[in-house]
């Protein structure tokens, strides 16, 4: 079945400790994006790639960095995670040039930070 | 700000009934609007859109109503199913911008 595969599922790491995220796709979509959610709040979207070009949102704080080094692949990388950084982090995909495009969702990252 | 919002966070109903979750958004220039589920341990999947140029969109037992004058979509379930016990969100697209902006979604519960 074709999905949105996210690595790891569960992640703990310490404060100011850098740690990366992954996030592949086999719906050769070219479009992924990459959400935190906190505890019962809305998806919140970090930034997402265009293909090769990367899109930032004007709040997601410069210590959120991100790498998408072929169609199949996305990396969130935090350089320094703070506790205020613990969430779930989602990774979707879609297909841009269909109308009004779905996107297809990974089951989460869930960070720890200690 | 939040542009979209689910201001129940959960909701009861029995299995057969009617579970209605409902939804208020306050940008005019959001033309889609689209509803995800998410069960436990997994990521949210698609269940049910509407284009702004309809009123209503039905898919099964799943019904969606847009009112757009009141700025308010709701999600009809009919009937419901201890299988839709979920958290459901609302989302929405403003078409010049593929973006979703979601809302915190809403923790239904159906009894068997």
């Known amino acids: 079945d074709a999905m949105v595969i996210q690595n790891p599922r569960y992640q703990v790491t310490q404060f100011g400790k850098p740690v990366t995220l992954s996030c592949s796709q086999t719906l050769n979509h070219n479009v992924m994006y990459w959400y935190q959610q906190k505890s019962s709040q809305a998806p919140k979207l970090l930034f997402h790639y265009y293909d090769k070009d990367f899109n930032n949102e004007a709040d997601t704080p410069d210590n959120f960095q991100s790498r998408r080094p072929n169609t199949s692949f996305c990396f969130l990388d935090i350089r320094s995670p703070g506790l205020g950084d613990a969430a779930m982090y989602l990774c979707?995909?879609?297909?841009?040039?269909?109308?009004?495009?779905?996107?297809?969702f990974g089951p989460g990252t869930r960070l720890t930070v200690l | 700000d939040q542009q979209v919002k689910q201001n129940s966070p959960s909701l009861s109903v029995q299995e057969g009934r009617i579970s209605i979750l409902n939804c208020d958004y306050t940008n005019s220039m959001f033309d889609y609007f689209l509803w995800y589920k998410k069960y436990p341990a997994e990521g949210p999947t698609f269940l049910i859109s509407?284009?702004?140029?309809?009123d209503k969109n039905e898919d099964g037992r799943f019904t969606v109503f847009l009112n757009k004058s009141a700025k308010h979509l709701s999600l009809h379930i009919v009937p419901s199913q201890p299988g839709d016990s979920a958290v459901y969100f609302c989302a929405a697209m403003d078409g010049a911008n593929s973006k979703l902006t979601f809302g915190k979604g809403i923790t239904l519960s159906v009894r068997p």
């Open positions: 979707a995909t879609s297909r841009e040039g269909d109308s009004y495009n779905e996107q297809f």
């Open positions: 509407i284009s702004s140029i309809k």
